[in-house]
């Protein structure tokens, strides 16, 4: 039986991701440089103004950033790998509720729930998925 | 569970890359498999035991406590 990874990108797709999550800061910086503040931060300018479609195009290439970086395969992906994956998903989804109810709790604005909810759990993903394979790997060249 | 891989290598003189390499997977999981950090597959603890032509008990055991 081979591993089914149906559901993720190719390995090249990792590069890509991370071209684009790099792509979002200077194009926010442009934006900024401009005059156009982020549309969570004012009261509504109404959809598809300049500022909204600013707004969607800095948020769609960073968070199919992101989601390029999360889902693109392993050079050999495995099924230890694939277990490492849906724990740090189990974990994401944790986090991510947690920071959710806090926040429906204790801040008043809910434009910020948007963002938490768009970035938190892929980047707490990749954060424990990329140190559960540090210290994998650590441990293998460790032992040789 | 415990597992004779470290043993069986040996015996048949193969390293744990060329392990990997012919059950299709990592260098690292046949690694933390020898350490007993991770528990195979059925699948993939019979692939393991068929590359050393082994029923699968005399590479993998249960242990006290499993």
């Known amino acids: 039986m081979i591993m089914k990874s149906r559901f993720l990108f190719p390995y090249w797709c990792r590069y890509l991701g991370w071209g ?40 769609l290439v960073m968070v199919s950033g992101l989601f390029l970086v ?14 490492i994956r849906l724990d740090s998903l189990r974990w994401a989804i944790f986090v991510n509720y947690l920071a959710l109810i806090v926040s429906l709790v204790f801040i ?3 434009g910020h729930m948007l ?6 759990p892929l980047v707490f993903f990749i954060l424990r998925f990329r140190w559960i394979i540090f210290r994998l790997n650590l441990s293998t060249s460790k032992e040789g | 569970m415990k597992n004779n891989i470290r043993v069986e290598r040996a015996i048949k ?13 990592s260098r690292q999981t046949i690694n933390t498999i020898e350490s007993q950090k991770y528990v195979p597959s059925t699948v993939l603890a019979l ?19 499993d």
Not at chain 1, 39 to 59: M, Q, Y
Not at chain 1, 115 to 120: F, S
Not at chain 2, 47 to 64: N, T
């Open chain 1, 20 to 59: 684009l999550v790099l792509l979002h800061v200077p194009l926010t910086m442009l934006g900024r440089a401009r005059g156009m503040v982020n549309v969570l931060d004012k009261p509504s300018t109404g959809l598809f103004t300049g500022e909204h479609l600013f707004f969607i195009c800095t948020s």
């Open chain 1, 70 to 83: 999360a889902f693109a395969k392993e050079k050999v992906e495995d099924e230890q790998i694939w277990q």
């Open chain 1, 108 to 110: 008043e604005d809910v």
């Open chain 1, 115 to 120: 963002d938490l909810n768009l970035y938190v």
């Open chain 2, 13 to 25: 003189n193969i390293t744990q890359g060329e392990l990997a390499e012919q059950v299709g997977v």
């Open chain 2, 47 to 65: 692939k393991i035991a068929r590359v050393f032509g082994k029923p699968l008990e005399e590479v993998f055991m249960l242990e006290e406590g």
